[in-house]
Structures are given as C-alpha cells and as structure tokens.
Nanobody
Framework: QVRLVESGGGLVQPGGSLRLSCAAS????????MGWYRQIPGKQRELVAT???????NYADSVKGRFTISRDNARNTCYLQMNSLKPEDTAVYYC??????????????WGQGTQVTVYS
C-alpha cells in the first residue's frame, strides 16, 4: 500500500502563491503518475495536474500558465506550485498516485486533502 500526505495549504490573497507538497511512503516502487485534484463542496472532484515518472505533465485548462507540477523521485514527493491564485481556485486539494502492477489495472491511492482558500 501507499500512503500520501499533503501539506502546504492555507489562506492567500488573490494574486498570491502557494506550494503544495505530497509525500509518498510505503510500497512506493512502480509508482508512475502522481497528481493533484481539487474538490469544491457539492461538486465533483476535478483534475488539476498530473505528472508521470518520466516528467510528462498534464494540466486543466483553468490552471495552465499559473500552476506547475513537479516531482522528486528520490524523495517520492510531488509538488504543486500555484501562482496568480484566484478566488475560484478555493477548494480542498488532493494528492493522487498510480502504482503499476505486473498485469491488470494500476492501483490508485489518495491523500486526505489540504484546504486552499483564496480571498480578498
């Protein structure tokens, strides 16, 4: 199993920045993609950004040019740098990881989330 622990959330004014961290522990071998998702109360969880072990990235249109996802494979840690934050970025942000198997579908893991609030 894989344990994911997020940190770095908090309160920030519009136009400000935050950096989220996600540390993976446990059976971290064969982890391919890691990513960040966010959820507003009453809404479905949505993709923010993902990154593979080869550093290929994918971003939601709403955050392109403002957010940057990165990872440190040696430390089994994924980061989300969030710049030019907007009130609509307010949400609980969840870390995600996919662990490959010899066959079958990848195993999917989630962190417990960290709150990001953007207000003026």
């Amino acid at each position: 199993q894989v344990r994911l622990v997020e940190s770095g959330g908090g309160l920030v004014q519009p136009g400000g920045s935050l950096r989220l961290s996600c540390a993976a522990s446990g059976s971290v071998f064969n982890i391919n993609a890691m990513g960040w998702y966010r959820q507003i109360p009453g809404k479905q969880r949505e993709l923010v950004a993902t990154i593979t072990s080869s550093r290929s990235t994918n971003y939601a249109d709403s955050v392109k040019g403002r957010f940057t996802i990165s990872r440190d494979n040696a430390r089994n840690t994924c980061y989300l740098q969030m710049n030019s934050l907007k009130p609509e970025d307010t949400a609980v942000y969840y870390c995600n990881a996919e662990r490959l198997q010899s066959y079958g579908r990848p195993l999917v893991y989630w962190g417990q989330g960290t709150q990001v609030t953007v207000y003026s």
